[in-house]
């Protein structure tokens, strides 16, 4: 499986950023997916998570109405649309792709990871 993220970027404060991940190699609509982010003084953390299907998702606290995770199965791709943004947003954020399990916040249940894409969140 191969991951691509995208989308990263800066932004102000109270503003709205959407990351794609573009999937390729296996069934992606059998799969549960994630977003985690990363920053240099933290490990990695969970954001959001997504089923297979679509139709269950999951957040960390932090993110509770402000991020939406989805996925479009019919084009191998999920998203993260972030809204009122927090200039503790600020990470990398990494997609990854689950063989075994859907919706975990458990980033040692995650098989496959992209690449990470920086976001960046101006005060």
């Known amino acids: 499986v191969q991951l691509q993220a995208f989308g990263g970027g800066l932004v102000q404060a109270g503003g709205s950023l959407r990351l794609s991940c573009a999937a390729s190699?296996?069934?992606?609509?059998?799969?549960?997916m994630g977003w985690f982010r990363q920053t240099p003084r933290k490990e990695r953390e969970f954001v959001a998570a997504i089923s297979g299907s679509g139709d269950s998702t999951y957040y960390a606290d932090f993110v509770k109405g402000r991020f939406t995770i989805s996925r479009d199965n019919a084009k191998n791709t999920m998203y993260l649309q972030m809204n009122s943004m927090k200039t503790e947003d600020t990470a990398v954020y990494y997609c990854a792709f689950s063989i075994w399990y859907s919706g975990s916040a458990s980033r040692v249940h995650y098989d496959y990871w992209g690449q990470g894409t920086l976001v960046t969140v101006s005060s």
């Open positions: 190699g296996r069934t992606f609509s059998r799969y549960g």
